[in-house]
Antibody, heavy 115, light 108 residues
Framework: QVQLQESGPGLVKPSETLSLTCTVS????????WSWIRQPPGRGLEWIGY???????DYNPSLKSRVAISVDTSKNQFSLKLRSVTAADTAVYYC?????????WGQGTLVTVSS | EIVLTQSPGTLSLSAGERATLSCRAS???????LAWYQQKPGQAPRLLMY???SRATGIPDRFSGSGSGTDFTLSISRLEPEDFAVYSC?????????FGQGTKVEIK
């Protein structure tokens, strides 16, 4: 059974870069596409982008200019970088297996943007 | 992008009652490429349905989905205590993939 776990700093300063990693266990990262999704406090979900193990990506146009998703197949991990963050980027960030729909999901990690 | 509008915002029902949740798209969702998720406080979303009407693995048959084009419905035939949660729809027919804002099913 595939499980995902997000890791990274819970606090990022405005204008800096948010960096998160998702570790895939119980299966190969070559099996699916992999996405990042976020949820601001009390609000709905927003798809950020996905990556395939080959490195092929697709991003939400609303974030495309600031986002990069990468994959490390040797570590069974994929990562998110979001540049020039503001308070509006404060959210719970989830990683998820992607078949067009999302399953399974990591437990999520809260990232707060504040000085 | 396709905007998904869910209604009602909150549904107050008792255990044993039927729940009917709506998800309306701003334009047609290609090939009924719509999923539903359940989310409880402090937890990640859980996939319930995909392809508008296919149940995900392990989802009980009291959950059913229907619809096509711009109008989709998630039904829960008889609410169990563990079904009180927030439900969100998601379309994956057109990039960027988008979610509805969610419907909260609460205990009356």
């Amino acid at each position: 059974q595939v499980q995902l776990q997000e890791s990274g700093p819970g606090l990022v300063k405005p204008s800096e870069t948010l960096s998160l990693t998702c570790t895939v266990s119980g299966g190969s990262i070559s099996s699916y596409y992999w996405s990042w999704i976020r949820q601001p406090p009390g609000r709905g979900l927003e798809w950020i982008g996905y990556i395939y193990y080959t490195g092929s990506t697709d991003y939400n146009p609303s974030l495309k200019s600031r986002v990069a998703i990468s994959v490390d197949t040797s570590k069974n991990q994929f990562s998110l970088k979001l540049r020039s963050v503001t308070a509006a980027d404060t959210a719970v960030y989830y990683c998820a297996g992607t078949h067009n729909w999302f399953d399974p999901w990591g437990q999520g990690t809260l990232v707060t943007v504040s000085s | 992008e396709i905007v998904l509008t869910q209604s009602p915002g909150t549904l107050s029902l008792s255990a044993g009652e039927r729940a009917t949740l709506s998800c309306r798209a701003s334009q047609s969702v290609r090939s009924s490429q719509l999923a539903w998720y359940q989310q409880k406080p402090g937890q990640a979303p859980r996939l319930l349905m995909y392809g508008a009407s296919s149940r995900a693995t392990g989802i009980p048959d009291r959950f059913s989905g229907s619809g096509s084009g711009t109008d989709f419905t998630l039904s829960i035939s008889r609410l169990e205590p563990e079904d009180f949660a927030v439900y969100s729809c998601q379309q994956y027919g057109t990039s960027p993939w988008t979610f509805g804002q969610g419907t909260k099913v609460e205990i009356k």
